[in-house]
C-alpha cells in the first residue's frame, strides 16, 4: 500500500504544489507578491514542487526525508519542540 500512496503522491506532485502556491498567495498576505510577480511565483512554484519531491523520495537520495517521518509522527518533534516552548 505505501508504494501506491507514494507513486500517487509522485504524480500529483505538479498540481498539488500549484494549487499550495495559488491557496497561499489568497489567504497568506506574505505570500500576495506570488500573484502579480511572475519571477516570484515561478520561485514559489520551484519551491513547492522540491519540497513535495523530498518528502517522498526514499533515504538515501539526494534530499529524501521519508525514512524520518515516523519520528515525526511518533511525537519526537513534537516533544522536542515542546521543551523550548515552541
Partial sequence: MGSHLFAELARRTLDDAR???E?????IPEYRFVEHDGRRH???LDYAVWLRACVIS?????CGVRGHLPAVAGGACQASHARPGI
Avoid at 491557496?23 to 489567504?27: A, C, L, N, P, T
Fill in 19 to 21: 494549487h499550495e502556491v
Fill in 23 to 27: 491557496v497561499y498567495g489568497q489567504e
Fill in 42 to 44: 515561478a520561485e514559489a
Fill in 58 to 62: 526514499p533515504v538515501g537520495s539526494a
